[in-house]
């Protein structure tokens, strides 16, 4: 039961360095998340894929860019890093439309930015 | 506008007693509402979740869930703490196809 599959699970860049994280779900869900957890903030939403062709801003898109490239898969990219997005970050997936199932949720990437 | 409160940033508790972490939420309509637990270097893990009926919601590892209409809360409970369920523990509600995260509570239980 691999759930959702996150890659890489660290990563150490240079400031504008470029690089992609990739996210894969075998649960057959639409919806597809990118969040970032930084301590004493939880977690915020940087953008997210109601279903397959689709992409919306969160709460703090800057600097990032996202491609749901299928079904099964939302990447997520960072083209010029910069220290504050030092961070972890979780994509998550959830059946579309249904409002009592809840979010499943990769192990994460964890960032660092030089 | 959704929003989720976790008023306690750290709750600590003995082993063998009964735990509380609170969570306030503020929905225009109907909430859904879901615990989760993170265990560290982990991705947060689906404890319950509350949708309608019985204001007292049972999940897994033994917690449950008591929601109330009137205070808009949730609170997760358990009646006796193990030192394994110390964790980052969040409240989420979800409108759509977006959740709202509370900010966590950290619960070490002490043997």
């Known amino acids: 039961n691999a759930g959702v599959t996150q890659t890489p699970k660290f990563q150490v860049l240079k400031t504008g360095q470029s690089m992609t994280l990739q996210c894969a779900q075998d649960?057959?869900?639409?919806?597809m998340y990118w969040y970032r957890q930084d301590p004493g903030m939880g977690l915020r939403l940087i953008y997210y894929?109601?279903?397959?062709?689709?992409?919306d801003k969160g709460e703090v898109p800057n600097g990032y860019n996202v491609s749901r490239l299928n079904k099964r898969e939302f990447s997520l990219r960072l083209e010029s890093a910069a220290p504050s997005q030092t961070s972890v970050y979780f994509c998550?997936?959830?059946?579309?439309?249904?409002?009592?199932?809840?979010?499943?949720f990769g192990d994460g990437t964890r960032l660092s930015i030089l | 506008a959704q929003s989720v409160a976790q008023p306690e940033d750290q709750v600590n508790v003995a082993e063998g007693n009964p735990l509380t972490v609170k969570c306030t939420y503020s929905?225009?309509?109907?909430?859904?509402l879901f615990w989760y637990v993170q265990y560290p270097n982990r991705g947060l893990q689906f404890l319950l979740k509350?949708?309608?009926?019985?204001?007292l919601v049972k999940g897994s590892y033994g917690f449950e869930a008591e929601f109330n209409k009137s205070q808009t809360s949730f609170h997760l409970k358990k009646p006796s703490a193990l030192v394994s369920d110390s964790a980052l523990y969040f409240c989420?509600?979800?409108?759509?196809?977006?959740?709202?995260f509370g900010t966590g509570t950290s619960l070490t239980v002490i043997p």
């Open positions: 998550a997936s959830s059946e579309w439309g249904t409002s009592n199932q809840p979010q499943h």
């Open positions: 649960m057959n869900h639409n919806s």
């Open positions: 894929s109601a279903s397959e062709g689709t992409t």
């Open positions: 929905v225009s309509g109907n909430p859904y």
């Open positions: 509350y949708i309608t009926g019985d204001n």
């Open positions: 989420a509600v979800r409108e759509g196809n977006q959740f709202y």
